[in-house]
């Protein structure tokens, strides 16, 4: 499913991180995606509405004590113990008027460091997160090159090169199914006829 896709981020560490995991991958630094403010899964099927045709598009997500996070690296300062949480990377990608979503996912405990103030956080949640299966924080992993089996992104990517997706949805439903939804930064979803 590789063939004539793009991966489409405005984040370059996110790009930086798919063309190091995979090479074979093009990408394309691209504009900021409108987002509704809802679920992950109608998240990343909104955004991938709005892009083209073969591009992969992602949202990212945190799920802390089963409560869906959406923007994380706002509320960090919210972490003051030790709690059980969820990385998910949703991926969509538009094709033959369907939008085809992958899903990665890495469970683990997020957790205020020690003798760090907010400065020193490198990215987003990388210094608060530590997988399951690991002793270190996401970013402690990063640091020795030991990270990328934890990788949700990469978890994801995987499962599009493989074929494996949670969901195939047409674009004409989606469409004609439209409810009013509540946007980021005010921008409001207009249905073409």
Same mark, same amino acid.
């Given at each position: 499913?590789? *063939?004539? /896709?793009?991966?489409? &981020?405005?984040?370059?560490?996110? $790009?930086?991180?798919?063309?190091?995991?995979?090479? =074979?991958?093009?990408?394309? /630094?691209?504009?900021?995606?409108?987002?509704?403010?809802? &679920?992950?899964?109608?998240? !990343?099927?909104?955004?991938?509405?709005? %892009?083209?045709? =073969?591009? !992969? $598009?992602? @949202?990212? %997500?945190?799920?802390?004590?089963?409560?869906?996070?959406? @923007?994380?690296?706002?509320?960090l300062?919210?972490?003051t113990?030790?709690?059980?949480?969820?990385?998910?990377?949703?991926?969509?990608?538009?094709?033959?008027?369907?939008?085809?979503?992958?899903k990665?996912?890495?469970?683990? !405990?997020?957790?205020?460091?020690?003798?760090?103030?907010? *400065?020193?956080?490198?990215?987003?949640?990388?210094?608060?997160?530590?997988p399951?299966?690991? $002793?270190?924080?996401?970013?402690e992993?990063?640091?020795?090159?030991? &990270? *990328?089996?934890?990788?949700?992104?990469?978890?994801? /990517?995987?499962?599009?090169?493989?074929?494996?997706?949670? *969901?195939?949805?047409?674009?004409?439903?989606? !469409?004609?199914?439209?409810?009013?939804?509540m946007?980021?930064?005010?921008?409001?979803?207009?249905?073409? &006829?």
């Open positions: 499913m590789i *063939d004539n /896709l793009t991966y489409c &981020s405005s984040n370059i560490k996110k $790009i930086e991180n798919v063309n190091r995991l995979f090479p =074979n991958i093009s990408t394309k /630094l691209s504009a900021d995606l409108p987002e509704i403010i809802d &679920s992950a899964f109608n998240t !990343i099927l909104y955004k991938t509405l709005l %892009s083209n045709e =073969n591009e !992969i $598009i992602e @949202d990212a %997500s945190v799920e802390v004590d089963s409560k869906l996070i959406i @923007d994380i690296k706002w509320k300062e919210t972490i113990h030790e709690q059980t949480g969820v990385w998910y990377v949703y991926l969509g990608v538009k094709r033959n008027n369907k939008i085809y979503i992958y990665g996912e890495q469970k683990g !405990i997020y957790k205020a460091p020690e003798n760090i103030n907010l *400065d020193q956080v490198v990215f987003a949640f990388d210094t608060y997160f530590k399951d299966g690991s $002793i270190k924080t996401f970013h992993l990063k640091l020795k090159r030991l &990270s *990328d089996e934890f990788n949700a992104r990469k978890i994801a /990517l995987d499962n599009l090169l493989n074929g494996i997706y949670v *969901d195939v949805v047409e674009i004409d439903n989606i !469409i004609s199914n439209t409810k009013p939804l946007w980021q930064n005010g921008y409001s979803f207009i249905a073409l &006829s």
